[in-house]
C-alpha cells in the first residue's frame, strides 16, 4: 500500500469519529489470541436488515458461537436482528464494532458498494472475515481485498455458496474428468421477474433513523432518488450492480469454474436496456453479455427481469455445453447431465454448510480451508463489472437493432453464440409487448482487456479503465496498492 500503517489508521480514526485510541497504536492484521476448538467465537454482523438476519440464523445454530455484536446504519430495521440476538450490542457505525477487540468474526451483508472496504477494515483490524456476495463493487477493490486479506493470513470466505454445496461440488468434478468431453460454452441465466420501483419527481429524504452519509459511505453522500433506500439499491450502479452483480454472480462463480478459468476474459461487450416500464433504477433488466477466453472457450450471460420460460430448465442457473451433451445446473443442490438425446446421464445431489465450513476454518486459522477464496470471489466478481463497464459506455439504441452492432465475436463459435443468443433476446421483447423501435437501450463497445494486468487496454480504453475503480470518497477509500 501507498499508505503507512499509521497513515491508514489515522484517515480511519478521524473518519470514525467514536473517540477511541485502540487503532492508534495496533499493529497492522493485529489480533486476539486464536481460541482454541472449544472456546467460544464471538461474531459481529453488518447490516442485518435481510440478509444479514439469515447470518445470525446460521450462526446461532453453531456450537461455540455467540453473535456478539450486530451494526447497521439504519437503526430502525434493527428490531428483528434483535429480537433474535438480544444480548447482542448495537452499533449503528461499523467502525466501532469493526475496533472492539472481543469480536473475532466479521460477517458482512451491506448493500454492494460497502463489501470490500467493509472486509478490509476488518482485516486490517485482525477480523476474520464471512462478506457476502458480490466480493466487490468494482474491479479494484476486488483486486486490492484479495492482496490485503493474502498479506493478513487471516480466514476470508465468499458468499457464494454453491462452491460448498455437495451437488455443484460433484458436478463440476464430473465437467473436470471429462464427463461431457470438451466443454466449450457456458450460459449462465439470471431469469428473474424484477418489477418497476417506481418513480419519484426529485430527491427523497432519507429516513431519519438513518445515518445517510454514514450508509452512503464509499459510494459517496448523493441524492436519494428513489422511493425505497432499501434493497432497491441494486438498480442503481452508484450502489449496486444490477441482477448481473446481484443473483448473477452465484452464476457467474459456477460457469466459471465449470469453464476451468481462473482469470478474467480477454474480450468483453455487454448490450441491454431497462426496458418494459419507465422507473428510478438505471441499471439493465435486460442484458446479454459475452466473454471471451480465447478459440476454445466462451462464457455468456443473460439476465431477463421481465416474464420469461426457463432455458433447458433453468431460469436461474448454468447451462454447459459439451461434446457428449450438457449439464444443467438449476440448483445448487441438485445438477444433472444429458445426453445429446436430453437422456440423463447423471444426477448429482446434497449439500454442506458453507457458514459451518467458514468456521471451521476460523477453528483451525487456516485461510487455505475456505471453499470460496477471496480470489475466486474477486474473479466472478469481476466478471459481472466488466459486462456492465461495456454496458455503461454503450451507445443509445433502440432495443429492436440492439444485436445489429454485436462484434466482440465477429466469427466463428463466439459469434455464433451471440447470434442465438441475441435471436431470442428480440423474441423475448416481442413476448412481453416492449415496443422494438420506441424503447432504447444501449450497444457496448467490444473491450479488449488484460487478464494479467485487469486493465483494459486498445479502442476506448482510456474511458474503460476510469470504470475499473471508483472515485475516491474521504475517510471511505480502498486503500492504494503498490
Not at 493474502?150 to 461440488?169: E, N
Amino acid at each position: 500500500m501507498t499508505q503507512t500503517r499509521r497513515e491508514f489508521f489515522d484517515t480511519l480514526l478521524a473518519a470514525a469519529a467514536v473517540g477511541a485510541t485502540s487503532l492508534h497504536t495496533r499493529p497492522l492484521f493485529a489480533r486476539a489470541p486464536r481460541r482454541s476448538p472449544n472456546e467460544t467465537i464471538r461474531v459481529g454482523v453488518i447490516g442485518v436488515r435481510g440478509r444479514g438476519r439469515a447470518h445470525i440464523g446460521e450462526f446461532k445454530r453453531m456450537d461455540n458461537v455467540e453473535v456478539a455484536a450486530i451494526c447497521d446504519a439504519d437503526e430502525a430495521v434493527v428490531d428483528l436482528a434483535r429480537k433474535s440476538v438480544p444480548d447482542a450490542k448495537y452499533y449503528q457505525d461499523m467502525r466501532a464494532l469493526i475496533e472492539d477487540d472481543t469480536i473475532d468474526v466479521i460477517s458482512i451483508a451491506t448493500p454492494n458498494h460497502w463489501h470490500s472496504l467493509a472486509s478490509i477494515w476488518a482485516l486490517q483490524a485482525g477480523k476474520h472475515v464471512y462478506v457476502e456476495k458480490p466480493l466487490s463493487h468494482d474491479v479494484y477493490e476486488g483486486r486490492a481485498l484479495v492482496e490485503i486479506a493474502k498479506a493478513s493470513g487471516l480466514v476470508v470466505q465468499h458468499g457464494t455458496q454453491a462452491r460448498t454445496a455437495t451437488a455443484t461440488r460433484d458436478a463440476m468434478q464430473f465437467l473436470h474428468e471429462g464427463g461431457l468431453g470438451k466443454v466449450s460454452l457456458a450460459r449462465a441465466l439470471c431469469y428473474k421477474r424484477r418489477g418497476s420501483i417506481g418513480k419519484v419527481d426529485g430527491p427523497q429524504a432519507p429516513p431519519e433513523s438513518c445515518d445517510y452519509k454514514l450508509w452512503c459511505g464509499p459510494a459517496g453522500e448523493h441524492p436519494l432518488t428513489r422511493k425505497n433506500l432499501h434493497y432497491d439499491w441494486h438498480w442503481n450502479f452508484a450502489t449496486g450492480n444490477g441482477d448481473l452483480g446481484n443473483q448473477g454472480v452465484h452464476q457467474m462463480d459456477i460457469a466459471r469454474w465449470g469453464l476451468g478459468v481462473d482469470t478474467l476474459p480477454s474480450v468483453v461487450q455487454s448490450i441491454g436496456g431497462r426496458v418494459g416500464y419507465v422507473d428510478d433504477g438505471n441499471t439493465p433488466n435486460t442484458q446479454v453479455a459475452l466473454f471471451d477466453y480465447g478459440p476454445e472457450k466462451q462464457l455468456i450471460f443473460e439476465v431477463r427481469g421481465l416474464k420469461t420460460p426457463a432455458y433447458k430448465g433453468a431460469s436461474i442457473g448454468v447451462v454447459f455445453e459439451g461434446e457428449k451433451g450438457y449439464l444443467v445446473s438449476a440448483s445448487y443442490t441438485k445438477v444433472q447431465a444429458f445426453d445429446r438425446d436430453g437422456q440423463v446421464m447423471a444426477t448429482f445431489e446434497g449439500n454442506q454448510n458453507h457458514f459451518g465450513q467458514f468456521m471451521e476454518a476460523v477453528r483451525a486459522g487456516n485461510p487455505a480451508m475456505v471453499n470460496a477464496t477471496p480470489l475466486d470471489g474477486h474473479l466472478s466478481s469481476a466478471l459481472c463489472h466488466l459486462g456492465n463497464v461495456s454496458y455503461k459506455l454503450g451507445l443509445p439504441t433502440p432495443v429492436g437493432q440492439l444485436g445489429n452492432s454485436f462484434d466482440a465475436f465477429p466469427q466463428g463459435a463466439g459469434a455464433e453464440i451471440g447470434r442465438e443468443a441475441l435471436a431470442r433476446f428480440g423474441q423475448h421483447m416481442q413476448e412481453n409487448g416492449v415496443n422494438l423501435e420506441k424503447e432504447m437501450g444501449f450497444v457496448g463497445p467490444a473491450l479488449q482487456f488484460d487478464p494479467q494486468t485487469e486493465r483494459f487496454h486498445g479502442k476506448r480504453a482510456n474511458e474503460a479503465n476510469q470504470l475499473l475503480r471508483k472515485p475516491p470518497v474521504e475517510g471511505f477509500t480502498v486503500p492504494d496498492l503498490a
